[in-house]
C-alpha cells in the first residue's frame, strides 16, 4: 500500500546534504519555505524571515526549497542559476541578492548574480553536467512543493506542518514557539483533518453518557437533562428541558447543515446530474424501506409496532469515520457514494420523523409557518445574498413548526433549501480588483498621521471577500464543523445513557430481535436490492472502481443506525423501560453492523489487490 503524505504535511524531511539549511541540525524548530525569486510576496517575506531569525537565534534552522513561478520567465533561470554556487556560503549570498537586489526581479539582477558566481549570464542554454544536476536540483524541489500540497508562494512548514497563518514578524514567530494560544489551534485543526475524529467523539460521548447514568451520580446526570429552560414576558412563557432543547434545537442546526450539503450535492456535487444522483438515492429508498418492513414483519402489531422508523437510518459520522479508518483500501467513489446515500437518508428520517412522530397538529402555527416559507421562497428568487435575514426568519420557522405540532427539527431542512447560492465568481476580475486595492494602500504605508489600510478599503475588501462565497457556501463552512464536533457529541451525551440492568432484557426480546434484525439484515439487503435493481432498469451506472462486493459492505455500514435510531426511538417508545430495551438493540446492531461492514470492505479490498482491480463499468449483478 503506498504511502500518502497527509494534508498539510511536508513530504520528505530536512537533508542537510540536499537542501539550503541556516541553522543548527539539532534546532527545536525547522522552517521550510518554497518560494520563487520572481515572487513579489516571497521578496517581502525575506525580511520577516531575517527578523525571526534574529530573535530566536539557534533555535531555529531554516530551509529554503524552489517553488518558481510558472508564469514568469525568469524564474527557473533564477532558481538554476542559484543551483551553480559550488558552496552553501555562495549559494545564500546569490539568493541574498536575487530576493533583495532589486523591487522585482530583473535580467540585470541575473547577470549581476551569474558574475559573482562565476558562469555565463546565459547559462540556461547550456547543457554541462553543472548545469543538468542545477535544473534536476530545481525540478526535484518542484515534485516535493506538489507532493506537500503548495498551492501558492511563499508557503511555509514548520517541524514539517503547513503554517497557513500570517507571516508577519510576530505571528510567524508565536507559530515557530508554539506558544498556547497556536498549539491549541493546531491540535484541533489535526484533529478535526483526521477522518475518523467525528466519530470517535460520539463514541466518547456515548461511553460517558452511559458510565455517567451508571454511576452514583446517575440520578443527578438525568435530573439535569430534565431541567427547563426557557423566557417569560408577563403571563406569556416558553420553556422546555434542556434534552428538549436539545433534541428540537440543537438537532435542527444538523439537519441544516444535512439539508445545505444535499442542496451543494444537488446543485454543483454529486448528485448534479440525474444518473450519478439515481444510484444513492435508490440505495438510500431501499435502504430506509427494507428495515422498516422487517421491523413490521417481526412486530407486526401491538405498542411497539410504531417503532418501525428506528431502524431506518443510518449514522453518517460512524460510518464514514469506518472508511476513513480503512484509508486506500476504500475507493473514494465507494465514500461518495456512502455519504451521498446517508445524506439523503438523512433528509428521509426527519421527513419521517415530521410526519409519523410528531405531537397534535395546529393548523394556526402551521399557517405561520406555511408563510414564513413564502418569504424565504421571496427573498431567495428576489437574489438577497445577506445571511441575517434568512436566520432571522429561520429562528421564526422554527418556533412556528414547533408550536404547530410537527417536530422543529423539519425547519432546518426547510430553511437549507431557500438559503441561496450563487453563480460563480468572476475570480480575475475580484482579484484583480483586490490586488488593486492592497497596492494603493500598500504605496501610502508611511505617510504622516496614517496607521493602517483605510476604512472604505477594508469596506471593499470585505464585499470582495463575500462574492467569492454564497450565503449557503458560507454558513455551511462555519455550521458543518459545529455540526459534527459539537451538535451530535452532545446529542449523544443526552441521549445514549442507558442503565445497565438485566430487567430490561425481560419481555423486551422480540423488540429487540426487530431493531437488530432491521439494521444488520434490512438495511445492507435494502442498500444492495435498491442499488442493483436502479443498474439493472438502467436508470444508474455504478461506477468501474468499486466492485459489489464493496457496495455491500457500505451497506452493512448503512446499518450502523447509532444518533437518528436513538433519536426517533425516543419519539417511538415514550416508557423509559422500551426506550432502554430500544437503545441496547441500537448500540448492538451498530456495533455488528460496524463489524460485518469492515470485513466485507477488507476482505474485499485484498481480494481486488490479487486480482488487480475492479470490475467494468456497468457491472450487472448475476
Known sequence: MDFIIPPGRLDRPVDHETDHVLGPSDAEITLVEYGSYACPHCRAANERIAQARDQLGDRVRYVFRHRPLTDNSLAFRAAELAELAQTPEAFWSAHIKLMTRSMRLTEDDLVAVADELGVNADFALGDDDAVRRARARVEADV???RASGVRFTPTFYINSRRYDGPWDESSLVDAMLGTLGHRVRTAALDFASWGPSAGILLVLATVAAIVLTNSPIGPVFETFWRQELGMSLGDAAFRMSILNWVNNGLLTVFFLVVGLEVKREMTVGHLASRRSAALPIAA??????APALLYALVIPAGPWSHGWGVPMATDTAFAIALIAVMGDRVPVELRIFLTAAAIVDDIGAIVVVAVFYSGDIHPGYLAAAAAVVVALALLSRSGVYLLSPYILLGVALWAFVLAGGLHATLA??????FIPTRPPADLTALMTQAS???????RREGEVLRHGPSTPALHALDAIYDRLESPADRLLRHAGARS????????ALANAGVVINLDVFSGHGWLMAAIVAGLVIGKPLGVFLAAA????????????EYTWRQLAGAGALAGIGFTMSLFIAGQAFPSATDFSAAKIAVFAASILSATVGTALLWGASRQELSKGGPQSVGAQVS
Open 484 to 491: 459534527s464536533y459539537a451538535v451530535l457529541p452532545i446529542f
Open 284 to 289: 438510500a429508498l431501499g435502504g430506509m424501506v
Open 143 to 145: 515534485t516535493s512543493s
Open 533 to 544: 435493481a436502479a443498474v439493472r432498469a438502467g436508470v444508474a451506472v455504478k461506477p468501474a
Open 436 to 442: 488593486t486595492i492592497i497596492a494603493s494602500e500598500a
Open 412 to 417: 432546518g431542512v426547510l430553511l437549507a433549501l
